[in-house]
C-alpha cells in the first residue's frame, strides 16, 4: 500500500485543518467505496471512522483500519507510519479481502481439536441428537475409516445428506458437487446441484458461491450467462474464496461478463495473494494470481512494465508444494530454472 507525501504549501494546510497551535503532526487517512466507514485506530486505539484528519504523536505509529464483514470476518489495512515533529502525511487504505479476526481463528481451532479428539461414541452419539456440524464430521470418519469407524460409502453419503438437511454449508455444497460430477454413488443430476449450491449460497458459503458462477458461465444446469457469473464470482471473492478472486480477475482482463479493466485486474490479483482461505488447499487461487500478475507486469498491463516484478511474481508462483506450471515455463524460457 502506498503512502503520499504532500508538498510543503499542502502539509501547511493540511496542519492548519488540525489546529494551528495543536502540538504534534498531522495524519490523514482516506478510503474509497466499501472502504468508507471503517474504524481507524493508530497503535491500538480507536480514533474515528475513516476517512479522518487527525493529529498524532511523532515517531513510527502503527495503523489499523478495520471494518467487519460479519461477526466472524473483517476487512483490514496495516501499515507502520513514520511521521516527523510538525509533518503532514496522508495514508491511503485500501482494505484487503475478509478474513477471520483473532477471536474466531481461535475458536476454529477450538472446535477442530474438538472434533479431532472426540471419540467415535460420542460423535455418533452428537449426530444422533441432530448437531449438524458433527453429522458432517460422522461422515468424515466413514469416508476415511479412521477414529473407530468402518470405510463404509453408504453410510458416508447417509450422513453427508443428514448433514446437508440439517443446514451444514460445508455439506450442501459436496451434495451439490456430487450431484454435479455424478460422484458418491449418485447420478449426475445438475438441477439437483444447483438446488444444494443455492442453499450453501444462500448462507454465505463461498466455495457454492464459486460454483454456481462457475455453472452461469457454462451453462451447466441454468442458462449460460456471463454477468450473472460475474456477480456470484464477486460475492465469493468478497466472502473470501481465493478461486473466485482469480476467476474475477480474469474476466476483468478479457470484460467477460465485467467492463474490461487491467486496473481491476491486478487488485483481484493482488487481493488473491494474501487471501486466506482454507478451502483453497493447493494454493490453486493464490498461485494463479500469482502467475497473472507476472503477466501484467511483463507487458503493462494495469500497472507499469517491468520484467524483473514479473520475474518475482512467477518465481513466488513456483516456491512449494503446488507450483504453477504456467510460471515454471516462463522461467525455463528465460533459463531461470
Not at 460475474?230 to 468478497?238: H, L, S, T
Not at 501484467?296 to 513466488?316: F, H, M, P, S, T
Request: proline residues 2%; aromatic residues 10%; charged residues 25%.
Amino acid at each position: 500500500m502506498k503512502s503520499v507525501y504532500f508538498s510543503p504549501f499542502l502539509s501547511l494546510l493540511l496542519l492548519v485543518s488540525f489546529g494551528a497551535n495543536a502540538a504534534g503532526s498531522g495524519l490523514r487517512v482516506t478510503c474509497e467505496g466499501d472502504d468508507v466507514g471503517a474504524e481507524v485506530l493508530v497503535n491500538g486505539k480507536f480514533r474515528g471512522e475513516c476517512p479522518l484528519d487527525m493529529q498524532v504523536p511523532e515517531g513510527t505509529l502503527k495503523l489499523l483500519v478495520r471494518k467487519k464483514v460479519d461477526a466472524q470476518r473483517e476487512r483490514v489495512f496495516e501499515q507502520e507510519v513514520r511521521i516527523g515533529e510538525g509533518s503532514a502525511k496522508r495514508i491511503e487504505a485500501s482494505l484487503g479481502t475478509a478474513k477471520l479476526n483473532a477471536g474466531a481463528k481461535a475458536q476454529q481451532e477450538s472446535n477442530r481439536q474438538r472434533w479431532r479428539n472426540m471419540s467415535f461414541d460420542a460423535l455418533q452419539k452428537e449426530a444422533e441428537a441432530g448437531n449438524a456440524e458433527a453429522m458432517r464430521h460422522l461422515a468424515a470418519r466413514y469416508w476415511n475409516g479412521s477414529d473407530g469407524a468402518p470405510k463404509d460409502k453408504e453410510l458416508f453419503m447417509t450422513w453427508l445428506r443428514k448433514a446437508a438437511e440439517a443446514g451444514d454449508a460445508y455439506s450442501m455444497n459436496m451434495l451439490g458437487q456430487s450431484y454435479h460430477y455424478g460422484i458418491n454413488n449418485l447420478q449426475k443430476n445438475d438441477e439437483q446441484a444447483i438446488q444444494w449450491l443455492r442453499k450453501a449460497a444462500a448462507v454465505g458459503y463461498g466455495p457454492s458461491m464459486k460454483a454456481l458462477g462457475d455453472h452461469y458461465d457454462s451453462g451447466s444446469g441454468v442458462a449460460q450467462n456471463h454477468v450473472e457469473a460475474g456477480q456470484w464470482y464477486r460475492k465469493a471473492a468478497d466472502a473470501g474464496n481465493a478461486l473466485a478472486m482469480s476467476s474475477l480477475g480474469m474476466r476483468y482482463m478479457g470484460g467477460r461478463g465485467v467492463p474490461q479493466s487491467y486496473e481491476q485486474a491486478v487488485a483481484w490479483y493482488r487481493k488473491v495473494v494474501e487471501a486466506e482461505d482454507e478451502n483453497d488447499t493447493d494454493k490453486i487461487g493464490s498461485k494463479n494470481g500469482m502467475f497473472w500478475l507476472g503477466r501484467c507486469y511483463e507487458n503493462g498491463w494495469g500497472v507499469l512494465q517491468d520484467e524483473q516484478q514479473a520475474i518475482y511474481w512467477w518465481r513466488k508462483a513456483v516456491e512449494g508444494k503446488y507450483p504453477s506450471d504456467n510460471a515454471v515455463e516462463e522461467l525455463k524460457k528465460r533459463g531461470l530454472r
